[in-house]
């Protein structure tokens, strides 16, 4: 792993360093139907160098960790980390995510170049039980009693500006779920 100064990170360059946002929305599940939790968050990238793989693919890497805590009462109720990868040779884009309930994710997706009306660059990834490239990975309890079966997530990404949404759907309680997160953040 290498992390000289002239490494180019591409489409994930413009995340990297600590974002805040209070306007986060989680719609989580429950057995009755859906609980409703406006939350806050740090968002912290972390540019950590590049890897190469069996000795041709090359990938850039940011490393990064989310805290989200409810409005109501500052308690954390959200733990994430993982990383953000780009091959520059094919614009892939992958993002690993783990989360402390026995789930991980390494989702896929190439880097258009598309932009939003106001500029900002698009970043999207998806995975899923059935999707051949990008999987999710869960615990026997998670797969019998809460199984993620889908993950997509769809960022915004500007100067100072990062926007997210992302849909887990889960099966759990007899019903699939749209479990569903999104923010605004600003560096
Ligand atoms: C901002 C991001 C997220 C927040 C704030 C959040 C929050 C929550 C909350 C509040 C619950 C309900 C827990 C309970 O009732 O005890 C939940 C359940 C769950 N979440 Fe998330 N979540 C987030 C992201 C994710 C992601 C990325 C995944 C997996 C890819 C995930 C997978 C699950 C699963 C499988 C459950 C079902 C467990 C259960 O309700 O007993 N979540 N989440």
């Given at each position: 792993m290498s992390d000289s100064k002239e490494i180019v990170y591409g489409p994930l360059e413009g995340l990297i360093g600590e974002w805040h946002g209070d306007k986060g929305l989680d719609i989580a599940p429950e057995p009755e139907g859906a609980e409703s939790n406006p939350y806050y968050e740090t968002l912290t990238f972390t540019a950590i160098g590049d890897v190469t793989n069996a000795e041709f693919q090359v990938l850039t890497v940011l490393h990064y960790r989310q805290i989200v805590q409810h409005k109501s009462n500052d308690k954390v109720f959200h733990d994430q980390t993982g990383y953000w990868m780009w091959d520059a040779s094919t614009d892939v884009i992958m993002h690993s995510l783990t989360i402390p309930r026995g789930v991980s994710v390494l989702a896929g997706g190439v880097y258009t170049g598309e932009k939003e009306d106001d500029g900002r660059i698009v970043l999207e990834v998806v995975a899923g039980l059935?999707?051949?490239?990008?999987?999710?990975?869960?615990?026997?309890?998670?797969?019998?009693?809460?199984?993620?079966?889908?993950?997509?997530?769809?960022?915004?990404?500007?100067?100072?500006?990062?926007?997210?949404?992302?849909?887990?759907?889960?099966?759990?309680?007899?019903?699939?779920?749209?479990?569903?997160?999104?923010n605004e953040l600003i560096r």
């Open positions: 059935n999707n051949k490239d990008w999987k999710i990975i869960q615990s026997p309890f998670m797969q019998d009693n809460a199984r993620t079966t889908d993950y997509c997530q769809h960022i915004s990404l500007g100067k100072d500006k990062l926007s997210y949404s992302q849909t887990t759907t889960i099966e759990i309680y007899g019903k699939v779920f749209e479990h569903t997160d999104q």
